[in-house]
């Protein structure tokens, strides 16, 4: 059964915006959808754009949504962004002089594979001969431990923790020192007290490239990062499915307004081969990110199929890199992603 905030998504992929190309998901004006006991909530960010015709967008998305039977009621909220200058976005950052350069991969939908894209950049950058560290800023579900195979809990050196190497590469995540499935219950400051700590409390001495796996949505967390930190780039992952894409829409919006490049895009399980007959399968749907990326005008990094050894690898804590097909996908990543941002 299809729920109600995927009829969503998909209804208001069909009303367009004047003067734009584009519908209002991929124009990003939608910044928020709640359903709660047959209630829509939306918000709907009001810019210079939209500002002259915004009470027929109004008009249009009651209109559409209404059609949903389950739907009762509509409610929307107008929003108008906070404004990120270019010198706002570069005063009192966070610097971090051993690190050259300072990569986050994000999506704003969980469950699409951040950490996996995460990871196996971290040791492809890392097997290409480049020195390479992997924050885990995902607080409350700490993966990177997993699919690592790590267990053991960081040192601490002059005040610092020292970072566990594995695969080569040297890791940090709040997962080493919370105990095992335990649940983190925090308000949004702790948690951004949790992420300084990661990145500056911890002591990477000289590294090429700091991979950072963010959590999902666009919270504190990100907000934190992206103000205080100087971030290179962001890498977009997400599957093709539509109900991901809306959240991702969101996202990118987010980076831009604070002036964060953005390397591209990596569409994850894009497709699956049948091993017998070496057909694909479009499971979560075709092409979904590449025309998402083709309509924000971002560059498509890679297609990655689902594969059944990237997942038991990753469940086991072992390199997905040991095998060659593997290898050659995220080595191919890995190089566009040197390009992009030397």
């Known amino acids: 059964m299809i729920s109600i905030t995927n009829k ?4 208001l992929g069909t009303i367009t915006i004047k003067g734009k190309n ?6 990003q004006y939608i910044s928020g959808i709640r359903v709660k006991d047959n209630e ?3 918000a709907i960010n009001v810019n210079q ?4 015709y915004i ?7 009651r209109e559409i949504i209404t059609q949903i039977p389950e739907v009762k009621k509509v409610n929307i909220v107008l929003t108008r962004e906070q404004n990120y200058s270019n010198s706002h976005s570069e005063k009192q950052k966070v610097i971090l002089p051993e690190i ?9 939908k969980g469950g699409v594979g951040k950490s996996t894209t995460a990871v196996n950049l971290a040791l492809a950058l890392s097997k290409i001969g480049y020195k390479v560290g992997l924050a885990d800023a995902d607080i409350y579900g700490p993966s990177i431990p997993t699919m690592l195979g790590i267990e053991e809990k960081p040192e601490i050196k002059d005040q610092k923790m020292i970072p566990i190497i594995k695969y080569g590469i040297k890791t940090m995540s709040l997962g080493y020192l919370a105990p095992k499935d335990s649940a983190v219950i925090w308000r949004g400051p702790m948690s951004v007290k949790a992420l300084h700590q990661v990145l500056y409390g911890t002591n990477w001495e000289e590294l090429d490239y700091l991979i950072i796996d963010m959590p999902p949505g666009t919270g504190d967390i990100h907000l934190s990062l992206a103000e205080n930190y100087r971030i290179d780039g962001i890498i977009i992952v997400s599957t093709p499915q539509i ?7 969101r996202a990118i919006n987010m980076y ?10 990596v569409e994850n399980m894009s497709y699956f081969i049948d091993q017998h007959t070496g057909s694909k399968s479009y499971i979560f749907g075709q092409d979904g990110v590449k025309n998402l990326a083709y309509k924000l005008n971002l560059k498509m990094l890679a297609e990655i199929s689902l594969d059944m050894k990237i997942r038991i690898m990753s469940d086991l804590g072992k390199s997905s890199l040991e095998d060659d097909k593997i290898a050659k996908i995220y080595l191919n990543l890995a190089k566009q992603v040197i390009v992009a941002i030397s």
Do not use: F, Y
Not at 49 to 52: A, D, G, P, V
Not at 55 to 61: L, M, P, S
Not at 243 to 249: G, I, S
């Open 8 to 11: 969503i998504n998909h209804l």
């Open 55 to 61: 009470e027929e967008i109004n008009k249009k998305i």
């Open 100 to 108: 050259k350069k300072i990569i986050a991969i994000a999506s704003g």
């Open 22 to 27: 584009c519908d209002l998901i991929v124009s």
């Open 243 to 249: 109900t991901a894409l809306a959240d991702v829409a």
């Open 256 to 265: 831009q307004k604070m002036h964060i490049p953005i390397i591209g895009c």
């Open 49 to 52: 754009e939209n500002q002259q």
């Open 40 to 42: 829509v909530g939306l």
